[in-house]
């Protein structure tokens, strides 16, 4: 499948500070969904974004898919403690999907 | 619903013994996959099966085998394990429009 590159690989943040993910295609995506993974756990979905465009929000988390399709990001508005994990995007198109590498979200109290 | 569940947890094998990792989803989703994550390496896919009875190889499928049972089960072998094949195992299965749902996953160690 295609690539999909996502930036930064480690991310710092003190709590209450914002915190953005980037997930980047050199091809045009056909979706692209988002998972978080926390300490020890497993990925969980999400949202998915479909439309060129398109902005979702889930209370502090707000997901977006590039006019292009080769670009999304995950903001999260004034971070708290329980936001800790890796997030990852999951994205690409007819040749099939992959993961991102993960942004590590580390929250320092 | 339990969802997607992997059995064991946890595993420490010595180089060259083999293992079945197991896999079986009650969400009748068609599609199923075995990825392993490794730090800095996020998760890489190994194997996936589009339907009961086809499997596919993914990014990194030296060293393992896989066998879908049936709609339900999807298992991974390691026939001679290696320290390199120390990883966490997800299984995940795929509702329509590409959402997985993984399992808690196997810990494996390789000594």
Redesign the interface.
Known sequence: GQQVM?IP?YQHVQEGEDFTTYCNSSTTLS?I?W?KQRPG?????LI?LVKSGEVKKQKRLTFQFGEAKKNSSLHITATQTTDVGTY?C?GGGADG??????THLIIQP | NAGVTQTPKFQVLKTGQSMTLQCAQDMNHNSMYWYRQDPGMGLRLIYYSASEGTTDKGEVPNGYNVSRLNKREFSLRLESAAPSQTSVYFCASERDRNIQYFGAGTRLSVL
């Open positions: 996502q690989q979706n969904q998972y756990g497993h990925p969980v979905f998915q990852f999951y999907l992959t993961f991102g590498k993960g």
